[in-house]
């Protein structure tokens, strides 16, 4: 078998605790190369993972709804990479924080903090989206560093960006991203778990017993704040399988490639979202490879864009070489004390790429 160290790492994980269970997707762009779940969706109810198991995404989210959301934004003209934040959020105006721009929040430049936890403001067994507690927490945030002058991966600014996004669309988050995006690739099942959402029917990989909510989250969002907001987040809140993202991605690289019969986005949009950013080392709404140290390994061209989520979520994809691994785990099941994820990360990728042929003695021409 083609990818059988993968397909080793991948059981060696399972058997070692890495994470309970997990799907592997890699593809190139011939297609999907290799697509195979391991292990189980819950260890408590004994569910094996299969291939149509639906993960909490957690911060794929970012890049994957909010920052395809603020393209679609952008496609229309309704907005601007570089406009101020102040220009569509009255309440920020006159404030510093109001000159904070589009394109700095996508690269977590742009001077806010990283985390807050605002759902200890709300209840834990309420089902109220308390979307004016958060909006109201979110106008008593105050700049923490000037922006573009640090990096500081930021969840509070992708939150402001989903303020931005309603505001400016007049639908909520989840509405929005469907109708203009997922909606217009054929096969897409990426959405976001509402508390109104029925859940009938679908196959979960349960997350984390909760502590807050003293449940195990199975179908209803990990992230203590996407859930005391209702369940939809700028920064969380995102559910989806394997083939959803791989579906997407080759949507998105068919933009880029200025390929697609339906394109959603122009060329040029898409290659703004990959590009590095001047004062980051994130793309917008993307995560780029590490030069030392990255969860891509160590074979994954500069040239490439990627992400992870806390629940054990990520993905990688080359854009020189048109290969991609798309890794979903549960890895904070039953707990998110369990971080071996990050060891296993680049040794997948590093399994993946040598698969492919690219490795040391070829990655100097690269």
């Not at 593809?27 to 109810?45: E, L, S, T, V």
């Amino acid at each position: 078998m083609m990818f059988a160290r993968s397909d080793r790492l991948m059981r060696d994980a399972v058997q070692s605790g890495v994470f309970p269970g997990g799907v592997l997707l890699v593809f190139d762009h011939q297609g999907i190369r290799f697509h195979q779940a391991y292990g189980k969706a819950d260890i408590f109810r004994n569910t094996p993972m299969d291939l149509d198991m639906v993960f909490d995404l957690a911060s794929l989210t970012k890049p994957l709804a909010t920052t395809l959301a603020v393209a679609v934004l952008v496609k229309n003209g309704l907005i601007g990479w570089d406009d101020r934040i102040g220009n569509f959020l009255p309440v920020f105006e006159k404030r510093d924080e109001g000159n904070v721009c589009i394109r700095d929040l996508l690269a977590h430049c742009a001077g806010f903090a990283a985390y807050r936890p605002y759902y200890l403001r709300t209840d834990p067994l309420g089902s109220k989206a308390h979307l004016d507690v958060l909006r109201s927490l979110l106008v008593e945030e105050r700049l923490q560093y000037l922006p573009r002058q640090e990096y500081r991966y930021s969840d509070v600014g992708f939150m402001m960006l989903h303020w931005v996004i309603e505001t400016v669309s007049g639908q909520k988050l989840d509405r929005f991203v469907q109708q203009n995006v997922y909606n217009l690739i054929e096969g897409v099942g990426l959405f976001f778990n509402t508390h109104e959402s029925s859940s009938h029917g679908i196959r979960y990989a349960s997350t984390e017993w909760c502590p807050w909510r003293s449940r195990l989250m199975c179908g209803q969002v990990h992230d203590e704040n996407a859930w005391a907001f209702g369940g939809v987040g700028g920064h969380a809140g995102l559910f989806g399988r394997a083939v959803d993202i791989w579906l997407l991605i080759r949507q998105l690289l068919s933009d880029l490639d200025d390929e697609s019969n339906v394109p959603i986005f122009p060329e040029a949009i898409v290659r703004e979202l990959f590009a590095p950013h001047r004062f980051s080392p994130r793309a917008l709404g993307f995560d780029l490879p590490s030069t030392t140290g990255s969860s891509s390994g160590r074979w994954f061209s500069p040239e490439s864009i990627g992400h992870l989520g806390f629940t054990g979520t990520s993905f990688w994809v080359d854009l020189k070489r048109r290969v991609g691994v798309i890794l979903l785990t549960n890895r904070v099941h039953p707990s998110r004390r369990n971080i071996a994820i990050r060891a296993f990360r680049p040794l997948l990728h590093d399994a993946v790429m040598e698969t492919f042929g690219y490795g040391h003695s070829i990655s100097m021409n690269c």
